[in-house]
């Protein structure tokens, strides 16, 4: 098979690429898309799994996400490629939301369809093997060269050494059903487990039952011993019952004694309290006196209390012995004789300004006098400048004088407000309406404070009237109530008649009660004497009795519920009959998994047997192709079971697993196997494909590694994505 060109919509890509036969090696930068076009080849070969799901494998993205094409257009792609041939072309298109699961396979040129090419067998028919083998084998990433185990690669492989044919069971296969088989009878869930369980289930059942049983005939005994003793205690009862009722019956004797003599005494209380009032009107005539009393005493008390003088509020000075009226009258001449005062200005004083003016005039005139040199000119010009200033002088003096007039009247005015003790004359008004209140406030409390101790005698006299009337009350049945006092008293021992009248009369009901009672409870039976019966402690025996026979119920229902559990759990023949059967099933398991164990065994020495069989085979090639790549270094190469490869150096004789080697050695060990396989495992004509394989080998190594592609080129389709570029020893 020759692929010619790819026309991918896939992830990043939505462009054409276009091979060549033989070695075609693509050296594109980093986001070009080489693994992109790697992963749409082997997608266009064998689809892509719809059903997988993100995992850590995945790196939580499934491909089907993974290469979801940027644009938003559906993911699909077509393969121009020859094969056995024929140019044909395949075709993978989104159908019903499901990415690439159309498929169509025609002639390129007259689009005839290739009826033996499917959606399902494309890559087998076009590479010759499963997906899984070419995964490990042709198709060769960075990050994947290990190889890992696989049921078709086994197959593969064992095929090699033994007829040929691919279609004889794997090992893996074969072990993975024996393992299932093995899981069936002795896993979590398995046959023996299960069986297991199921016995130790039934023994459990079946030493529960004779527990039970051994449970049921001791509380049968206890329930035996118990009966005794109830009836025992029974009879003792009896016994205490008879001697309880001959007790009652001399107390009932003693009893009708004491009513006889309860009666009498209530009929002489009753002729006392017929002289006296009904409770009703004691209690009202108690209530009203002490009413009384106390209010007599409150009113005493109030009136005693009662205050005879008003104390008289302080009132300004300067309004002593004035009413309300006079006082607004004094304040409001006293306002108007302060605004007069505060009102008087000084006169102005024109001449003092003329004789300025004249004084300028007459130093006018004696300078004009010095500057012309006339001497009458400076002679009138002093004159008239001392004219001025002696005009000035006097000015002066009576404005002085003025001034200190209206200085005395304004002290005249300051002394006003003063008097009333303020500082502003303004204030006196409201002064004068606060003294005028304040004593006609005055006045009415002294007249408030007469009519109060007046109300306060007559409430007294009210009282003491009230209280004479009651005391005469009682007089009427109590002679010798003369007070208050009496009174209270005769009232409480009229009370305490009555009250002791309503005890004794309720007692006398209860003994009346009392033998009722009795006579019904003793009857005319004739009670036995029994001297022994005396000495028995019946509450004691009372309490024995409940408790045996609270024992008994309780072993009646723990012995009827161990019955039933009994009945429930079912019989102990059947239950040994399973046992024993239960434990040849359990034989039988464990045969048939000593069986599976065997075949294990044989499987794996089988395994062992065709791996030392193709092993050297596939590592003998490995061998070669890792010399070539390391120049000779390492010419040995070991394939262990697991697919773990093993090497060793040229003076070496300590085989060392890949793991221990450098990440490039490593690389270059599992590319060794991987091209040996291929020649082994696959055909001439299935393309190989490497996305970044060389990115660990160093200059040297990595010429090698194209020098061995190009010779596997002459024979097969190689597709090399790289993001660097190389050349051979020969300059290519």
């Known amino acids: 098979m020759i692929i010619r060109k790819m026309r991918a919509s896939f992830g990043k890509l939505h462009t054409t690429l276009e091979l060549q036969e033989g070695m075609n090696l693509l050296c594109l930068p980093n986001e070009a898309g080489k693994s992109t076009w790697s992963a749409f080849l082997v997608a266009m070969l064998y689809g892509i799994d719809t059903s997988e799901r993100a995992s850590v494998s995945n790196q939580g993205l499934p491909m089907k996400e993974r290469y979801k094409p940027w644009d938003g257009s559906a993911m699909e792609g077509a393969i121009e490629l020859v094969w056995e041939g024929r140019n044909i072309t395949i075709e993978r298109t989104t159908d019903r939301r499901i990415p690439m699961g159309a498929f169509r396979a025609y002639e390129t040129e007259s689009g005839v369809p290739v009826p033996e090419l499917t959606g399902e067998n494309c890559g087998r028919m076009l590479c010759g093997v499963e997906r899984s083998v070419f995964e490990r084998t042709a198709f060769i990433r960075q990050l994947g060269l290990t190889v890992t185990e696989d049921a078709a690669l086994e197959k593969r492989l064992g095929a090699l050494v033994t007829t040929g044919e691919d279609g004889a069971r794997s090992y893996s296969e074969l072990e993975s059903e024996l393992k299932k088989q093995k899981n069936k ?102 209530r009203k006196l002490r009413h009384a009393e106390n209010a007599l005493q409150s009113a005493k008390m109030e009136a005693a209390f009662a205050p005879s003088e008003v104390a008289k509020p302080a009132l300004p000075q300067a309004f002593a012995g004035m009413t309300g009226e006079e006082a607004r009258q004094k304040a409001a001449e006293d306002r108007a004789e302060y605004d007069r005062l505060r009102a008087l200005k000084p006169r102005k004083h024109w001449p003092l300004f003329l004789c300025i003016a004249v004084m300028l005039v007459g130093i006018g005139l004696c300078v004009a006098g010095i500057l012309t040199s006339l001497n009458a000119l400076l002679i009138a010009g002093l004159a008239v400048f001392a004219a001025a200033l002696i005009g000035l002088a006097v000015s002066l003096l009576l404005r002085g004088k003025q001034k200190t007039a209206i200085r005395a009247q304004l002290h005249q005015a300051d002394l006003i407000p003063l008097r009333y003790g303020l500082s502003d004359c303004r204030e006196l008004p409201r002064l004068a309406e606060e003294y005028a209140a304040a004593l006609a406030k005055y006045e009415k409390d002294c007249a408030d404070a007469a009519a109060q101790k007046q109300a306060l005698f007559a409430a007294a006299a009210d009282a003491q009237n009230e209280m004479d009337a009651l005391v005469k009350q009682c007089a009427a049945f109590a002679p010798q109530c003369a007070t208050a006092s009496d009174s209270l008293e005769a009232i409480g021992a009229a009370l305490r008649v009555r009250e002791r009248l309503a005890t004794e009369t309720r007692a006398l009901e209860t003994m009346r009660q009392q033998c009722r009672s009795m006579r019904l409870i003793l009857g005319d039976e004739e009670i036995v004497e029994d001297a022994e019966a005396w000495k028995l402690d019946s509450a004691k025996i009372a309490y024995d009795l409940r408790q045996a026979r609270q024992q008994l119920s309780d072993l009646t229902t723990r012995l009827a519920a161990k019955q039933g559990a009994i009945g429930a759990t079912g019989s102990a023949a059947e239950l040994e009959a399973q046992l024993e059967h239960l434990t040849e099933q359990i034989a039988v ?74 990440c490039g050695t490593a690389d270059q060990m599992y590319l060794a196997l991987r091209l040996a396989m291929c020649a082994r495992l696959l055909p001439e004509d299935a393309p190989l494909i490497l996305d970044d394989t060389l990115v660990n080998f160093d200059d040297a190594r990595a010429a090698s590694a194209i020098r061995l592609l190009k010779q596997e080129a002459e024979k097969r389709q190689v597709i090399l994505f790289s993001c660097r570029s190389f050349r051979t020893e020969n300059g290519e």
């Open 185 to 286: 009878l002795i896993g979590k869930a398995g046959r023996l487990p299960r069986l297991t369980e199921e016995k130790t289930a039934v023994r459990k059942t079946l030493d529960e039952l004779y527990t039970m049983q051994d449970d049921a005939l001791r509380i049968t005994a206890q329930k035996e011993a118990v009966q005794e003793d109830v009836t025992r205690l029974e009879a003792l009862e009896a016994r205490a019952e008879q001697a309880q009722k001959a007790k009652k019956r001399a107390g009932l004797t003693d009893l009708e004694q004491k009513t006889a003599a309860q009666e009498a005494l209530c009929r002489k209380l009753t002729e006392t309290a017929a002289r006296l009032p009904e409770e009703e009107t004691l209690h009202d005539l108690h």
């Open 589 to 662: 398991t464990q045969e048939s998994n000593d069986v599976v164990d065997l075949a294990m065994a044989a499987l794996k020495r089988a395994d062992e047997t065709l791996r030392s069989r193709f092993s050297p085979q596939i590592t003998a090639d490995a061998g070669v192709l890792l010399s070539e790549l390391t120049d000779g270094k390492y010419p040995d190469v070991l394939l262990e079971p697991g697919m773990l490869l093993s090497v060793r150096s040229e003076e070496g004789t300590v085989m060392r697993p890949a793991a221990a080697m450098s």
